[in-house]
């Protein structure tokens, strides 16, 4: 074993990953739905842009 750390310490820090996973999650779940209002409802070329050229 390279270090060891405390088991509250090793809680804290699964605390943290995983709010900073939840975190990152709902900002790709927001992210994409922008992309979809753009598409959808403002009908602009946002959507386009992201995704290229589909052949």
Same mark, same amino acid.
């Given at each position: ?13 699964? #605390?943290?990953? #995983? ?36 052949r």
């Amino acid at each position: 074993m390279l270090f060891s750390i405390s088991r509250a310490t090793a809680h804290d820090l699964k #605390e943290v990953h #995983e709010a900073l996973g939840n975190v990152l999650l709902w900002l790709v779940i927001l992210h994409v739905a922008a992309a979809i209002w753009h598409h959808r409802f403002v009908k602009d070329d946002t959507l386009t842009r992201l995704t290229g050229p589909l052949r």
